[in-house]
T-cell receptor
């Protein structure tokens, strides 16, 4: 079946612009996670949804980062007033439950100029 | 202290040899899970293998096995009969099932090991 998909795959933004990154999880997966992966590093947890409820947002680096999953399927990660330090790959993962294996999408590479 | 430590930034291995990628972890939870992911240059994280803290036997998936030593808090990945297509970044990750700190619902990753298989 179809895996996790993310769009766009690449995004270039000027500093100060707002961006929106989309994640389509595997159908039927209750849990959805966002991670940020800086160049040469492992992914770092940003936030977690169970269905439409955002249960953990402790990893969001600032109040410029906002995530939503209004109908419990597709999720959007929004970054307002982007800064150069936001440049990274943003990975989305989904799982059948919170403790199940997480399956990752291809990521969105964000470059802020 | 780092929760996941991968001490090998890079490794070169001859094709068809076995390779062991090291991973040590730190947690005070009794219940946790350990994962290995492969990330080729295309960027996608590919799940390889999982080991639960209460599993008594080492996990195996095809050519992948996990050498789980709970007392030493290590979870090394063993790849048998390496292939050219195994060249990639490999990440060890942990999920803590208790409430020992922030981000308990997400995975904590190590910095990764860049594995290069030589013909």
């Amino acid at each position: 079946g179809a895996g996790v998909s993310q769009s766009p795959r690449y995004k270039v933004a000027k500093r100060g612009q707002d961006v929106a990154l989309r994640c389509d999880p595997i159908s039927g997966h209750v849990s959805l996670f966002w991670y940020q992966q800086a160049l040469g590093q492992g992914p770092e947890f940003l936030t977690y949804f169970q269905n439409e409820a955002q249960l953990d947002k402790s990893g969001l680096p600032s109040d410029r980062f906002f995530a939503e999953r209004p109908e419990g399927s597709v999720s959007t990660l929004k970054i307002q007033r982007t800064q150069q330090e936001d440049s990274a790959v943003y990975l989305c993962a989904s799982g059948t439950t919170a403790t199940d294996t997480q399956y990752f999408g291809p990521g969105t590479r964000l470059t802020v100029l | 202290a780092q929760k996941i430590t991968q001490t090998q930034p890079g490794m070169f291995v001859q094709e068809k040899e076995a390779v062991t990628l090291d991973c040590t972890y730190d947690t005070s939870d009794q219940s946790y899970g350990l994962f290995w992911y492969k990330q080729p240059s295309s960027g996608e994280m590919i799940f390889l293998i999982y080991q639960g803290s209460y599993d008594e036997q080492n996990a195996t998936e095809g050519r992948y096995s996990l050498n789980f030593q709970k007392a030493r808090k290590s979870a090394n990945l063993v790849i048998s009969a390496s292939q050219l297509g195994d060249s990639a970044m490999y990440f060890c990750a942990m999920r803590e099932n208790g409430y020992s700190g922030g981000g308990a619902d997400g995975l904590t990753f190590g910095k990764g090991t860049h594995l290069i298989i030589q013909p």
